[in-house]
C-alpha cells in the first residue's frame, strides 16, 4: 500500500514570495492533516480536512495561509507571502477517520525563507 | 493548556535499553502514541497505548502509562544504532494529536 506523497521535498523562497505544496493521502483516507514543524519543535496542525470540509482550521494563520482539498483527495497548502519565521518542515498526514485515528505521514516539505 | 513535555536528548550504548520519558497534560486523552523521526524523513507510527491499559510491549518496544501521574514512557530493548532518531510523544485532544518536542536519541557503538 502507497504511503502519504508529498511534493517538492524541498524549497527555498525569498520573503514575500508564495509557495505551493501538494500532498496525496493513503488512499481511502477521509481525514487529512497539514502540520508545521519549526526546527527543534514537534509538529504543530495547522488544518485538519474530513473529506473535503474544513473540521479545525483554529491555528492556520488564514492572512496568509490557506489550504483547499476540492474533490476530497488531495491537497495543496499555500503560502502567500512567505515569512521568514514560515521557514519550517510542512508534514502531511491522513487517517481512515476522526477521533484517534492512527495518523500516518508523508516524508514532509522542507521550507527555507531567506 | 496544552503541554507535553520529553526530555530533550539520551545517549546510550548499543545493546543497553533506553527509557524515553513524556509528561502530558489531557487526563481524557483516550490514546497516547509514540512517533519516531529519522533525519530528512516524515514520522513513523511505533506504537500506542489506549488509555485503560497500564503496559503494552510489542517486540522490543514496551510502553508504560500511569495516568495517575500522567507519565508515558518508551523502553526499547537492545538498543541499535538503526534506533538512533527523534522520538515524539503526542496525546489525542479533541480529535488532534498533540506532540511533544522530541527527544533525541543517540545510540553509539
Known amino acids: 500500500e502507497a504511503g502519504v506523497a508529498q511534493s517538492p521535498r524541498y524549497k527555498i523562497i525569498e520573503k514575500r514570495q508564495s509557495v505551493a505544496f501538494w500532498c496525496n493521502p493513503i488512499?481511502?483516507?477521509?481525514?487529512l492533516y497539514w502540520y508545521q514543524q519549526i526546527l527543534g519543535q514537534g509538529p504543530k496542525l495547522l488544518i485538519q480536512f474530513q473529506n473535503n470540509g474544513v473540521v479545525d482550521d483554529s491555528q492556520l494563520p488564514k492572512d496568509r495561509f490557506s489550504a483547499e482539498r476540492l474533490k476530497g483527495v488531495d491537497s495543496t497548502l499555500k503560502i502567500q507571502p512567505a515569512k521568514l519565521e514560515d521557514s519550517a518542515v510542512y508534514l502531511c498526514?491522513?487517517?481512515?477517520?476522526?477521533?484517534?485515528?492512527?495518523?500516518?505521514f508523508g516524508p514532509g516539505t522542507r521550507l527555507l525563507v531567506l | 493548556g496544552e503541554d507535553v513535555e520529553q526530555s530533550l536528548f539520551l545517549s546510550v550504548r548499543e545493546g543497553d535499553s533506553s527509557v524515553i520519558n513524556c509528561t502530558y497534560t489531557?487526563?481524557?486523552?483516550?490514546?497516547l502514541y509514540w512517533y519516531k523521526q529519522e533525519p530528512g524523513a516524515g514520522l513513523q507510527l511505533l506504537t500506542y497505548i489506549f488509555s485503560n491499559m497500564d503496559m503494552k510491549q510489542d517486540q522490543r518496544l514496551t510502553v508504560l502509562l500511569n495516568k495517575k501521574d500522567k507519565h508515558l514512557s518508551l523502553r526499547i530493548a537492545d538498543t541499535q544504532t538503526g534506533d538512533s532518531a527523534i522520538y515524539f510523544c503526542?496525546?489525542?485532544?479533541?480529535?488532534?494529536?498533540?506532540f511533544g518536542t522530541g527527544t533525541r536519541l543517540q545510540v553509539f557503538p
Open positions: 503526542a496525546e489525542v485532544d479533541t480529535d488532534k494529536l498533540i
Open positions: 488512499s481511502g483516507h477521509a481525514t
Open positions: 498526514a491522513s487517517s481512515l477517520g476522526l477521533a484517534a485515528e492512527t495518523q500516518y
Open positions: 489531557d487526563s481524557s486523552s483516550t490514546y
